[in-house]
């Protein structure tokens, strides 16, 4: 059985930071690309930013590069989302994603976490 387990969000103000942590299970963690979307109220999920198994390939949206740095750890089965600069149009869901490097589909889903940027 995979889990993704999301732990780090809360409530900031702007400029603050703040440092998510995904860790999963059931999985060969190596072999998956893992990614952190996110989703605000009234909003469509978006892709945040994502990280290839071998951490070479990264990807950042537009409106957090140079903010938001993602990164992961094989040995210990964990993606992370250091969030630097916060605004408040960051407030969202945090979701941690994974799927394997083959598919193009996300496949695996975390609960999720919230963070909350007050300006």
């Known amino acids: 059985q995979v889990q993704l387990v999301e732990s780090g969000g809360g409530l900031v103000q702007a400029g603050d930071s703040l440092s998510l942590s995904c860790v999963a299970s059931?999985?060969?963690?190596?072999?998956?690309?893992m990614g952190w979307f996110r989703q605000a109220p009234g909003k469509e999920r978006e892709l945040t930013a994502s990280?290839?198994?071998?951490?070479?390939?990264?990807y950042y949206a537009d409106s957090v590069k140079g903010r938001f740095t993602i990164s992961r750890d094989n040995a210990k089965n964990t993606v992370n989302l250091q969030m630097n600069s916060l605004k408040p149009e960051d407030t969202a869901v945090y979701y941690c994603?994974?799927?394997?490097?083959?598919?193009?589909?996300?496949?695996?889903w975390g609960q999720g976490t919230q963070v909350t940027v007050s300006s």
């Open positions: 059931g999985l060969t963690f190596s072999q998956y690309d």
């Open positions: 990280i290839s198994w071998s951490g070479v390939r990264i």
């Open positions: 994603a994974g799927r394997e490097l083959v598919r193009t589909a996300w496949e695996y």
